[in-house]
């Protein structure tokens, strides 16, 4: 995904400025992600990939597992029966995320002599697995179809590697710490692992009934049915969770999968719903809220969306803000729980081996031993230029959407603190622009959200020299200085906001002076460390019209930019245009396409009044969405031209589910719609509202602003958009303009 997460993300080594900079915390594309297509479940700091099967396999380039606090758990489960792998049937996640059913029957079997001993399809397994509180709990239901009674060993093979999740992603390490001897009981084996670090992690298998057989890798069940007889046995998998450890499997397989699911509905039935006439893009949105709410870990502070699995489920700042603004609309709850918890962990003194600053917003957070050893430097890293500004904004847009005044106030000091880093480290040459630049040779090399260390070149494809000035990140620094006026003036502290509100003028003036550029009908992408112009075609400049920096008089051309057809492709907006010298589709940041980028995009297309181009962008991703597993959009995906009657290139390592990518259908919507918010007034208001082509009719309900909400259906009606107000409660008013 985006930040010390990309493929070629992340810290770059130190290197001869002639040279091409070297990974150090990659991501591989030995293996595709696509390909697999593996199965997901999280829950909280937990989370797992298994094949269609149910299996995790390990292996070069294989991220199939249970993770816990970045550190694999469990690295293999293998089933077989009668000691042959089961056929695969189907392999389903429920819509809410809750479950993974994988349905399995058996093969023809034979013995030593080659005598069939059992025909195909005689025997179906059920595989029913979840996580909750860092433990995998399964369910196998056995069940003979044939007419008489069979006997069959079920085999369970287990193993642990305890690899690091950057182990994962392809760093190697010169040493490694203990694996310990297996535990073996009469249902149990503990696997432990003592690392590096001086710390124990461990994973206890648990089984009920107790296996016929049992060692420390490999669990086998002598088991007998008779005609249409069934037989279940319960699998846990417990990743260090002391509390879970004494709770027989069975037993606690049912409470653990009534708690858990008890969980998802009440984190979901905070947001508003959508119901539209397309009963494809309703199954899009449910997965979509469905994602966002499995990705959502509850931390001391609030609901927290982790960024994405496998390579991100953890919290980063830039991720969790961009998607806190692209649900704000329908949970402002998770917009709350973010601003707090980066208060929380807001950066008080410098650290330069994690480019930490007083005032500066969290990057990026890691647990597992490579992280706690200092191996890659994200234990608690700050090297993102962007979530600073980008904090600022959300606390004003969530002040506009809430009125919330007491959880601002509360906030107001963490907001000052980043103000003041925006003034004295984030402009660095003090020319009104924030520029960065790794502290460190460990550090990321670019520290906007497209960090490959090649995603920031001039024109001729020279690679640019920092400090560097992206231009998304002024359009963010204008977008916090406004967003801080906002707040200042209802704090009753009006000198102060007429401070910030000049601020935000002046930068809008010197931007528009050194960023657009005539000739290519767009901003710049960066400036670099001599102010140099990368003058190159980028969706950054969309970025620009999102925040409202840009002079009204350039969005027209910027607009025609974006949608030109070596920008949009047919999906979307490529992150660079065909035209430019780095371009590659099938590259991290240099001609893909990103949901979320997309989502601002038409967001700051609607802002300007070109609510068609939005719609456009709307069109594109839904139409990709059709073609993808589960229509979850991924993290990414590669930027060819749409063909007639074929889906989208996937990127082979992308995220999916990612935060911000499941968000951007959700926030396009409103955005079509012009829905906005007005607390103190309360109303709910959609200004101009436009439908995609493939929705002719939408009905949000739960549209709630503190203790009072709105059911409201939209509908075309001929050339326009009619709005009807289905349901009113605690006095609400609806207006809408066309």
């Not at 081996?353 to 917003?361: F, H, L, Q, S, Y």
């Not at 709307?618 to 009657?645: H, K």
Request: hydrophobic content about 40%; overall charge negative; aromatic content about 10%.
């Amino acid at each position: 995904m985006d930040d010390s997460k990309s493929a070629e993300e992340v810290a770059q080594t130190t290197v001869p400025a002639n040279s091409t900079p070297l990974a150090q915390f990659f991501i591989p594309a030995a293996a595709s992600l696509q390909e697999r297509r593996p199965r997901t479940l999280k829950h909280g700091d937990t989370f797992a990939l298994f094949d269609h099967n149910g299996d995790a396999h390990s292996g070069p380039g294989s991220p199939e597992g249970v993770f816990h606090r970045d550190t694999r758990h469990l690295s293999q489960l293998y089933l077989t029966v009668d000691g042959t792998r089961p056929m695969l049937l189907s392999s389903t996640l429920r819509e809410d995320n809750a479950i993974l059913t994988c349905d399995l029957t058996n093969p023809d079997l034979y013995d030593g002599d080659g005598q069939m001993i059992l025909g195909h399809d005689l025997m179906h397994l059920r595989r029913s697995r979840f996580l909750y509180n860092a433990t995998s709990f399964e369910r196998l239901v056995l069940r003979n179809f044939d007419d008489r009674p069979r006997k069959v060993s079920v085999e369970l093979a287990f193993r642990a590697d305890f690899a690091d999740l950057f182990e994962v992603r392809g760093s190697v390490r010169s040493r490694r710490g203990v694996l310990h001897a297996p535990e073996v009981g009469d249902r149990t084996v503990t696997l432990s692992y003592t690392g590096l670090d001086e710390v124990r992690r461990t994973t206890t298998l648990a089984f009920d009934p107790p296996p016929s057989r049992l060692s420390g890798d490999l669990a086998v069940f002598e088991l007998e049915l008779a005609p249409r007889a069934t037989h279940s046995l319960f699998l846990e998998v417990n990743c260090g969770n002391e509390g879970l450890k004494n709770h027989p499997p069975r037993r606690a397989f049912f409470t653990a999968l009534r708690d858990s699911r008890r969980a998802l509905r009440s984190a979901a039935s905070r947001a508003a719903s959508i119901a539209t006439s397309n009963e494809i893009f309703n199954e899009a949105a449910r997965r979509s809220v469905a994602d966002l709410y499995m990705l959502i870990t509850d931390t001391d502070e609030g609901p927290y969306p982790y960024a994405g699995i496998p390579w991100f489920s953890t919290v980063f700042g830039r991720d969790a803000l961009i998607t806190a603004l692209e649900t704000l609309w329908m949970d402002p709850s998770i917009a709350r729980g973010v601003l707090a918890h980066l208060a929380a962990n807001q950066a008080t003194e410098v650290d330069a081996a994690a480019d930490a600053e007083p005032g500066k917003i969290l990057h990026e957070v890691r647990h597992g031993e490579m992280a706690e050893l200092g191996e890659v430097p994200f234990r608690r890293y700050y090297g993102s230029v962007d979530s600073t500004p980008l904090f600022v904004m959300l606390a004003g847009a969530y002040l506009r959407r809430t009125a919330d005044l007491v959880t601002v106030r509360r906030l107001w000091p963490n907001i000052q603190a980043a103000l003041k880093w925006m003034d004295e480290y984030g402009d660095r040459d003090r020319d009104g622009f924030l520029e960065y630049g790794r502290q460190t040779a460990d550090g990321l090399i670019n520290q906007g959200w497209k960090d490959s260390h090649d995603s920031i070149f001039h024109r001729d494809g020279a690679l640019a020299k920092g400090p560097i000035a992206l231009a998304e990140v002024q359009a963010y620094a204008f977008g916090a200085w406004q967003a801080a006026a906002e707040i200042a003036r209802m704090l009753d502290l009006a000198p102060l906001a007429e401070d910030y509100r000049k601020r935000a003028e002046t930068l809008r003036a010197v931007f528009d002076e050194r960023f657009f550029d005539e000739e290519l009908g767009t901003y710049v992408l960066a400036l670099d460390g001599e102010k140099k112009p990368c003058r190159v075609k980028s969706s950054n400049a969309g970025h620009v019209l999102f925040t409202g920096i840009a002079l009204s008089e350039r969005a027209g051309s910027v607009a025609r930019t974006l949608m030109s057809p070596s920008s949009f492709c047919g999906w979307g907006v490529r992150t660079i245009a065909a035209s430019e010298a780095r371009y590659n589709p099938m590259s991290y940041h240099n001609g893909s396409i990103w949901p979320h980028d997309n989502a601002l995009i038409a967001a700051g297309l609607a802002r300007y009044g070109f609510k068609k181009e939005a719609a456009q962008i709307f069109q594109g991703l839904f139409a990709a969405s059709t073609y993808i597993d589960l229509r979850r959009l991924p993290e990414l995906f590669c930027g060819f031209g749409r063909q007639r009657n074929q889906g989208p290139t996937f990127y082979p390592v992308a995220c999916a589910p990612q935060a911000w990518a499941a968000a951007a259908p959700l926030f396009l919507l409103p955005v079509c719609l012009g829905l906005g918010f007005d607390p103190v007034q309360s109303r709910i208001i959609f200004d101009e509202p436009v439908l995609p082509d493939f929705l002719h009719e939408v009905t949000l309900r739960n549209l709630a602003m503190e203790g009072r909400s709105a059911d409201v259906t939209l509908r075309r009606s001929g050339a326009q958009v009619v709005v009807d107000v289905l349901e009113r409660r605690g006095g609400v008013r609806v207006t809408a303009t066309n």
